[in-house]
């Protein structure tokens, strides 16, 4: 039977082009905390919704708003406009509960009270080259960031929701138990390490960053109440070498700079890794055909507008990398949405 010839269709076009639709009824969602707000009483009204937000719109502009978030399995609803009564869907209630220490919104609330603006410029930054972040003006991001605890908090609450899921599955999948010690650098709020100590009695970890970071990180450890295996140290991988442990991780750390700075990451971790002992990275790992992984290459293309020099990466460029610099072999773990774990083994 002759095939019928594809005929042209705009959805998927329109469906991108105005996806800033979409993102900001979510970031809107999450800025209202009201994720947060439904999960305490479980079920709650429209009305009883626009009341707690404070939210001065019409009812029909608040209908649309909540079936939207309804439409795309943000939120259950039974009934119908005045009737509608609204609960989280399971994933919203886990993730977006500003209470729960399971809370990725962070990342939500930077991406809409930074990003959102920084990337409104990309056609300048493939135009230039050059970043369009505070970069752009000559500062340096990390050091304006790092002087500023309210900046700082709020970035380690977006890395922690960027990576929340991803350090879950790490720690469930990765088999940790032929090693008993693990540093995590640049490991902002510590979560990755106590993940892995959560998961695993035998681990003792140190979640390693500069001395500003520590303060928070600790208070996030206590939380967890696992200071007994999860330490903070404090050190700058531009000056200082790696503490010594079995295992040495980075969670989106490398794609933050160029090819240079990467070799020289993958270099103070092997040198800081016994014989046996294991480099991981845990980011948006770009499939080699390049032509699959939507979220690794617009990680990438967020690095031009947020660095201009950092880039995110296929296995094949980490093979590349670690051969270069002496690892025996690589594997490679596909963890939450565009994030894989690249592996490579001293």
């Given amino acids: 039977m002759e095939q019928q010839s594809q005929k042209p269709s ?3 076009i329109m469906q991108v082009g105005t996806g800033f639709w979409a993102s900001k009824v979510l970031l809107g969602a999450v800025k209202f905390e009201l994720f947060t707000k439904i999960a305490e009483k479980k079920l709650m009204s429209a009305h009883e919704i626009k009341s707690s937000l404070k939210l001065n719109c019409t009812d029909r502009n608040l209908f649309d708003f909540l079936d939207t978030l309804t439409t795309f399995g943000f939120l259950e609803r039974e009934g119908l406009l005045d009737t509608a009564i609204y609960s989280n869907n399971i994933s919203t209630d886990f993730f977006l509960d500003k209470k729960k220490l399971t809370y990725i919104g962070g990342m ?4 809409n009270n930074r990003s959102y603006d920084i990337w409104s410029n990309f056609e300048e930054a493939l135009l230039t080259g050059r970043p369009q972040s505070e970069a752009k003006n000559g500062e ?3 050091e304006t960031l790092y002087s500023d605890t309210v900046k700082l908090k709020e970035f380690m609450h977006y890395m ?3 990576q929340m899921e991803n350090f879950i599955l790490l720690a469930q999948s990765f088999d940790f138990s032929k090693y008993k010690t693990l540093v995590d650098i640049g490991g902002s709020a510590g979560l990755l390490s106590l993940m892995v100590a959560k998961n695993h009695s035998h681990m003792s970890c140190i979640s390693w960053d500069l001395p500003p970071v520590a303060l928070i990180a600790n208070e996030v450890i206590e939380s967890h109440q ?19 442990a079995d295992i040495v991780t980075m969670g989106n750390v490398l794609h933050d700079w160029d090819e240079k700075t990467k070799l020289m ?12 002992g294991v480099f991981i990275a845990i980011e948006n790992v770009i499939d080699d055909e390049r032509k699959m992984n939507a979220g690794g290459l617009l990680m990438s293309l967020n690095m031009l507008v947020q660095t201009g020099t950092g880039f995110d990466y296929t296995f094949a460029d980490f093979n590349i990398w670690s051969e270069k610099i002496g690892f025996k072999s690589t594997s490679i773990i596909p963890l939450s949405g565009p994030t894989s774990a690249a592996i490579a083994f001293k």
């Fill in 160 to 162: 922690s929701g960027l």
């Fill in 226 to 244: 696992l200071q007994d295996r999860v330490k903070t140290c404090c050190g700058d991988f531009f000056k200082d070498e790696f503490p010594k």
């Fill in 265 to 276: 990451l993958f270099k103070k971790a092997y040198d800081a890794l016994p014989d046996g």
């Fill in 10 to 12: 705009s959805t998927s």
């Fill in 140 to 142: 340096n991001f990390f």
């Fill in 108 to 111: 939500l609330e930077m991406q």
